[in-house]
């Protein structure tokens, strides 16, 4: 069993930034990859952003140019930098792990407004 632990969300003003973290425990034998999908209010939830086991990155269109992931294998956690954040990116962020199976954060909400 693999457990996941989010951080980092928050309220926080148009243009402002944030870091979120997640750091997986557990009986972890290999991760393959790492990532971030979000979910506003009457939405689907979507993919943000994911990284490969290789160091591969993935990202919402919406979302390049602003946001970067990155993963500390030693730790296993992986972490999304937020930049230049805009209310459209008001959501709860879940953190997803691959590893043989697929495991769910139980979510950081992430409000941007003035």
């Known amino acids: 069993q693999v457990q996941l632990a989010e951080s980092g969300g928050g309220l926080v003003q148009p243009g402002g930034s944030l870091r979120l973290s997640c750091a997986a425990s557990?009986?972890?034998?290999?991760?393959?990859?790492m990532g971030w999908f979000r979910q506003a209010p009457g939405k689907q939830r979507e993919l943000v952003a994911m990284?490969?086991?290789?160091?591969?990155?993935n990202y919402a269109s919406s979302v390049k140019g602003r946001f970067t992931i990155s993963r500390d294998n030693a730790k296993n956690t992986v972490y999304l930098q937020m930049n230049s954040l805009k209310p459209e990116d008001t959501a709860v962020y879940y953190c997803?792990?691959?590893?043989?199976?697929?495991?769910w954060g139980q979510g950081t909400q992430v409000t941007v407004s003035s």
């Open positions: 997803y792990v691959n590893a043989r199976l697929a495991y």
């Open positions: 557990g009986s972890i034998f290999s991760i393959n990859a």
């Open positions: 990284t490969s086991s290789g160091g591969s990155t």
